[in-house]
């Protein structure tokens, strides 16, 4: 008789957890994917009394659902036999060219040949580890840095080194230095990772002295700069700067996506790499998921071509300016004396940092109990640190929400302030959360 070790009537661990048969069986990278301790908390967060401050989702609703629709039918009328049919790991060329108009509007010129489309930048980031990291390899990441691509560089067992940054984005000196230091140490250093515009999740933008100085250091020590920029076109003040890869074809592997531009639905991004490079993203993406979705590369092909998009991404930008404008006057209306953080020019993040003794992690039970929720700053380090930072999203929630998720938050502050100084510290850190379902953290 077989028997499926998953079925039910399994032991469970102390936690409540299924014991996991397999545990025995898993390759070594597997023990870098582990989920948040504050998962659970997230769980309780999407709920709808809770103004959620925390997850980075799109407003989706704003775009043009009924043209979306027609275009789909269209495309499905006029192209279904091929929009149904496997394509190829590349992506559609007609998508690649016009992917080549988006970069342009950021100084970057580029042959379609170069792009390879992906299933949103995750999947670029995910091939671009999986091509250059071997177990133990230096990736230098800003300090904090997207959640996510920790994860990604963590599962292939690279060791990430962080750089820190200010308002103005990483500092040269701090690159340069880590990255004499770790040669000095005769550490294999593979790439440098940067958000450089409205940098998730610190909102900070990497300025054009800064930019060019990077640049700079990174081709004198022959380092690979992996710039993701999935939100370089939302940007509520001030002049666009050029992307890194405008400045250095050849040093620069760039991400781009239009999930924040257009929707995460259709889950297309893309990777412009050099020449060689590109090669083994292709056959990378080939092994990972044969081809992509033909129907969704015609679809954003579609739209690109017959609808204003353009315009649509100033109608974002004019929504989610409203927003944050909404957060930033919130903050400085409420905060209490001791609270920072940062003023990002677009994108969807602002990074605060809390008074001396308090504990964002340790404090987020308190304000889920207060119907508030952020992400704690220490998911976006691979060290320990960010216990006093969080990340608070406005891309989401309404202007009204925001004003009243921030008065709800500084509640919360206050209350730990006065346990602080009332005990001495305030609240404990929370019991790890087990695996309920993940919390939107993109
Ligand atoms: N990079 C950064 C900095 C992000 O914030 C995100 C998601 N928000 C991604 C990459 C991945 O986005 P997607 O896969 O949807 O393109």
């Not at 469970?12 to 957890?17: K, L, N």
């Not at 250093?189 to 900070?204: D, E, H, I, L, S």
């Not at 690109?304 to 989610?320: C, D, I, T």
């Not at 929630?397 to 709800?408: A, F, H, M, S």
């Given at each position: 008789?077989s028997?499926?070790?998953?079925?039910?009537?399994?032991?469970?661990?102390?936690?409540?957890s299924?014991?996991?048969?397999?545990?025995?069986a898993y390759?070594?990278?597997?023990?870098?994917?582990v989920?948040?301790?504050?998962?659970?908390?997230?769980?309780?967060?999407?709920?709808?009394?809770?103004?959620?401050l925390?997850?980075g989702m799109p407003?989706?609703?704003?775009?043009?659902?009924?043209?979306?629709?027609?275009?789909?039918?269209?495309?499905?009328?006029?192209?279904?036999?091929?929009?149904?049919?496997?394509?190829?790991?590349?992506?559609?060329?007609?998508?690649?060219?016009?992917?080549?108009?988006?970069?342009?509007?950021?100084?970057?010129?580029?042959?379609?040949?170069?792009?390879?489309?992906?299933?949103?930048?995750?999947?670029?980031?995910?091939?671009?580890?999986?091509?250059?990291?071997?177990?133990?390899?230096?990736?230098?990441?800003?300090?904090?840095?997207?959640?996510?691509?920790?994860?990604?560089?963590?599962?292939?067992?690279?060791?990430i080194?962080?750089?820190?940054?200010?308002?103005?984005?990483?500092?040269?000196?701090?690159?340069?230095?880590?990255?004499?230091?770790?040669?000095?140490a005769?550490?294999?250093?593979?790439?440098f990772?940067?958000v450089?515009?409205?940098?998730?999740?610190?909102?900070?933008?990497?300025?054009?002295?800064?930019r060019?100085?990077?640049?700079?250091?990174?081709?004198?020590?022959?380092?690979?700069?992996?710039?993701?920029?999935?939100?370089?076109?939302?940007?509520?003040?001030?002049?666009p700067?050029?992307?890194?890869?405008?400045?250095?074809?050849d040093?620069?592997i760039?991400?781009?996506?239009?999930?924040?531009?257009?929707?995460?639905?259709?889950?297309?991004?893309?990777?412009?790499?050099?020449?060689?490079?590109?090669?083994k993203?292709?056959?990378?993406?080939?092994?990972?998921?044969?081809?992509?979705?033909?129907?969704?590369?015609?679809?954003?092909?579609?739209?690109?071509?017959?609808?204003?998009?353009?315009e649509?991404?100033?109608?974002?930008?004019?929504?989610?300016?409203?927003?944050?404008?909404a957060?930033?006057?919130?903050?400085?209306?409420?905060?209490?004396?001791?609270?920072?953080?940062?003023r990002?020019?677009?994108?969807?993040?602002?990074?605060?940092?809390?008074?001396?003794g308090?504990?964002?992690?340790?404090?987020?039970?308190?304000?889920?109990?207060?119907?508030?929720?952020?992400?704690p700053g220490?998911?976006?380090?691979?060290?320990?640190?960010g216990?006093?930072?969080?990340?608070?999203?406005?891309?989401?929630?309404?202007?009204?929400?925001?004003?009243?998720?921030?008065?709800?938050l500084?509640?919360?502050?206050?209350?730990?302030?006065?346990?602080?100084?009332?005990?001495?510290?305030?609240?404990?850190p929370?019991?790890?959360?087990?695996?309920a379902?993940?919390?939107?953290?993109?």
């Amino acid at each position: 008789m077989s028997v499926d070790p998953r079925e039910s009537h399994q032991p469970r661990s102390p936690q409540g957890s299924r014991i996991d048969p397999y545990v025995g069986a898993y390759a070594a990278r597997a023990a870098g994917m582990v989920a948040s301790e504050v998962r659970a908390l997230f769980a309780v967060a999407s709920r709808p009394e809770i103004v959620s401050l925390a997850g980075g989702m799109p407003n989706v609703s704003a775009l043009p659902m009924e043209e979306i629709g027609d275009i789909v039918r269209r495309v499905l009328a006029e192209r279904g036999a091929m929009a149904l049919q496997y394509g190829s790991a590349q992506g559609d060329p007609v998508l690649r060219e016009q992917i080549c108009d988006v970069m342009s509007l950021e100084g970057i010129t580029a042959s379609a040949d170069d792009v390879i489309v992906t299933v949103g930048s995750q999947q670029a980031l995910d091939l671009v580890t999986r091509v250059f990291v071997d177990p133990g390899d230096v990736v230098l990441a800003e300090a904090p840095t997207y959640v996510t691509a920790i994860n990604t560089f963590a599962a292939f067992q690279a060791d990430i080194v962080h750089v820190p940054m200010d308002e103005d984005g990483v500092l040269p000196e701090a690159l340069e230095e880590r990255i004499t230091a770790l040669a000095a140490a005769g550490r294999r250093v593979k790439f440098f990772y940067t958000v450089p515009n409205f940098q998730n999740p610190a909102g900070v933008t990497m300025n054009a002295e800064r930019r060019g100085r990077v640049l700079e250091i990174c081709r004198r020590h022959n380092l690979l700069v992996l710039e993701d920029n999935p939100y370089g076109l939302l940007r509520y003040e001030g002049e666009p700067l050029p992307a890194l890869r405008a400045e250095a074809p050849d040093n620069v592997i760039y991400l781009g996506s239009f999930s924040k531009t257009l929707s995460p639905g259709f889950r297309i991004g893309w990777a412009l790499a050099p020449s060689s490079v590109r090669a083994k993203l292709v056959l990378a993406a080939e092994s990972a998921m044969l081809s992509h979705s033909s129907f969704n590369q015609m679809v954003v092909g579609a739209y690109l071509a017959s609808h204003p998009w353009r315009e649509q991404v100033k109608g974002f930008n004019e929504m989610y300016r409203e927003r944050r404008d909404a957060m930033l006057a919130a903050l400085e209306a409420m905060m209490p004396a001791g609270t920072t953080w940062t003023r990002p020019a677009g994108g969807f993040f602002v990074w605060a940092t809390l008074p001396e003794g308090l504990d964002a992690k340790s404090m987020l039970p308190r304000a889920v109990s207060q119907r508030v929720a952020y992400v704690p700053g220490t998911g976006f380090y691979a060290t320990d640190d960010g216990h006093r930072n969080m990340r608070l999203s406005f891309c989401y929630p309404t202007p009204e929400q925001i004003r009243e998720g921030v008065r709800r938050l500084v509640g919360v502050i206050e209350a730990e302030t006065k346990l602080r100084d009332t005990f001495g510290t305030a609240s404990p850190p929370p019991t790890p959360g087990g695996d309920a379902p993940g919390p939107d953290l993109p």
